[in-house]
């Protein structure tokens, strides 16, 4: 029987975590967050002084194997999703902008890419899977039969950003997430690997000025058109 899977594309900020895991909910399908997984070994690999030698081959294969035993469990919910790491819950934890960082430096490696790849192919099983990533139509699950690009402008993305941080807790100056931002969209599609494009066939949805809500209609009107009844 064939798995329904929605993916969701896009750039940081732009809120398709959120919408990931509504839509999820909604469908009450699996929900796989990929970028939480480099993200996870980021900062797995960071905690174990690896991450800053990774051009040494024997440190390269020891990530490897970090990256394909790694316990991760995303629990959905209409309010987003709780990310499990060994049991503990790294929801918070792993959301920062310098874990956001090691990610990028994650994904920029082909061989670690690769070791999470049938990874998240594990994540596709009955009755269904959301997917959220910056390649999910594009590389991982190139056969999804609802496939979502959800951009929003790098402006309207750091303010949002801030106010997510801010609500955590943590003081911060929107010029420098701006700067962050813009400096992990160059370096996401200017990659040589899998680069942050739409699919060619995806519904591009641009959520600068609109709400959750209009964007979660959207989303829904479009994957209850495209999926299998």
Do not use: C, W
């Not at 896009?10 to 993200?39: I, M, N």
């Not at 900062?43 to 800053?52: A, T």
């Not at 596709?124 to 594009?138: E, F, W």
């Not at 591009?204 to 999926?227: P, R, W």
């Amino acid at each position: 029987m064939t798995i329904q899977i929605i993916t969701i594309d896009g750039p940081s900020g732009s809120g398709k975590g959120t919408l990931a895991a509504k839509l999820a909910d909604h469908y009450q399908f699996h929900l796989l967050d990929s970028g939480a997984l480099y993200r996870l070994l980021g900062l797995s690999l960071h905690q174990k002084e690896l991450l800053d030698s990774l051009d040494s081959a024997t440190v390269l294969a020891q990530s490897v194997t970090i990256a394909t035993n790694l316990d991760i469990v995303f629990k959905t919910a209409d309010v987003g999703a709780k990310i499990l790491l060994d049991g503990e819950d790294v929801t918070q934890t792993i959301r920062t902008e310098r874990v956001g960082e090691f990610a990028s430096k994650v994904a920029a490696i082909p061989e670690l890419r690769a070791a999470l790849v049938e990874r998240q192919h594990a994540f596709a099983k009955q009755p269904g899977l959301v997917a959220d990533g910056r390649d999910m139509a594009t590389s991982i699950f190139p056969q999804a039969q609802a496939k979502i690009y959800l951009t929003a402008s790098a402006e309207s993305r750091a303010a949002r950003r801030v106010k997510q941080l801010q609500g955590m807790g943590l003081d911060v100056k929107i010029s420098d997430i701006l700067a962050n931002i813009q400096a992990r969209d160059k370096r996401d599609m200017e990659r040589a690997v899998a680069p942050l494009k739409p699919a060619v066939d995806a519904y591009i949805i641009d959520s600068s000025d609109l709400s959750i809500d209009e964007v979660f209609k959207l989303m829904t009107d479009y994957v209850d058109a495209h999926l299998a009844k």
